[in-house]
């Protein structure tokens, strides 16, 4: 055997045994070469800091928990109330709650400075039976409080196993705050609703949608179409507390009232330019039409709106809408968890973006007529009342 091929061989266990000795310790490296091996300098700190917490902090603190929390604590300094991370569980949850049926307790929210604001108690829920009411404001679930949550990150606190208890602790609209315990059920959410009114001798159709969330188009189509069979004159889609849900959605729902065109355009820093427009031809294209929002009607529910109020489709009716600007994207990490992290923002067919400066709360859309409900008289709906009045004059 040739000596320089018998060294080369001799040679092999001991850069394999130096080589596993520098990747476990990298700093031992020279910079240039440790850079390249393991990443930039703002990695290697990072890296740095959290096993530098997990070996000298007072108590002991698993790898995965301080890798939740760094990434937690990075999302929460972008002081964005609409970007969260959500760790493996809180993720799970939060896919189950895109579908129309989840294991909660049975209402609706919007964001509050305290909390969560509860918007609508659906029917027969473990919410209405612990009776929690609409603008009550939820401070704190299962013994911690929500401000400071994103909306997402707060509702998957309440969110849970069905058959399992939380304790709420409501802040009343009149009286002082109180803890209920709430066991968990699954929810069947009413996405669609419809009915036939009558106002000024017309025969009128309301569709309320309570979210976007995947396949509502379908239900929003079949409503309008079970409308259309009773000789209804006009449409009240009523979006109020409609907080949003999927951009998709909202393109495939506003395509029922609009033929082609655009009905928004999403720009952002790493992604290109799109302009989503109307698709295939609309089922209601013709049929007068208004849209009854409030500050509660955001997101999907604003890009709606604002496409039919652009494009002078439909009167807005009722208060300013929430004024959001900006859209997210959920982008699935390693660990099972997930960032929904803004990733853009949006405008409406007139150019208008609707959100404040940077991630802050906007002005929203004006309604075309204003309408706005009485809290102390829950067995009138002054703006519904509103907008099928208005509705009754376009169908003349």
Known sequence: MRPRFLLAILMVPALLAAGIFLGGHPDALPGFVRDGLVGDKDTRVVKEAIDTVAERYYRGLGDEELADRAIAGMVESLDDPFSSYFDPKEYARFEQAQSSEFSGVGLTVSEDPGGLRVVDVFDDSPAKRAGIAS????????????????????????????????????????????????????????????????????????????????????????????????????????????????????????????????????????????????????????????????????????????????????????????????????????????????????????????????????????????ARDDRDTPDVDEGLDRALEVLAERAA
């Open 135 to 370: 603008g009550d404001v939820i401070v704190a679930a299962g013994g911690k409080r929500l401000k400071g949550l994103s909306q997402s990150q707060a509702v998957a606190r309440i969110k849970g196993p069905e058959g399992t208890d939380v304790r709420l602790r409501i802040k009343p609209r009149k009286g002082r705050e109180r803890d209920v315990r709430v066991t968990r059920a699954t929810i069947s959410v009413p996405v669609v609703a419809s009915r036939v009114r009558s106002s000024g001798g017309k025969r009128l159709g309301v569709v309320k949608l309570a979210q976007f969330t995947s396949g509502a188009h379908a239900e929003v189509n079949a409503a309008i179409r079970k409308l259309e069979a009773r000789k209804v004159e006009g449409l009240v889609l009523d979006l109020r507390g409609n907080g949003g849900g999927l951009v998709s959605e909202a393109q495939l729902i506003a395509s029922a009232f609009l033929k082609g065109g655009a009905i928004v355009t999403t720009k952002g820093r790493s992604l290109p330019s799109r302009t989503l427009k109307a698709t295939g031809d609309p089922i209601a294209g013709d049929l007068p039409m208004v849209v009854l929002v409030d500050r509660d009607s955001a997101s999907a529910s604003e890009i709606v709106a604002g496409a039919l109020q652009d494009r002078k489709r439909a009167a807005l009716v009722g208060t300013r809408t929430y004024g959001k600007g900006v859209f997210q994207q959920v982008i699935e990490l390693s660990n099972g968890g997930a960032l929904d992290i803004t990733a853009g923002q949006y405008f409406t067919p007139a150019g208008r973006n609707l959100g404040g400066k940077g991630t802050a709360q906007g002005r929203g859309l004006a309604p075309d007529v204003s």
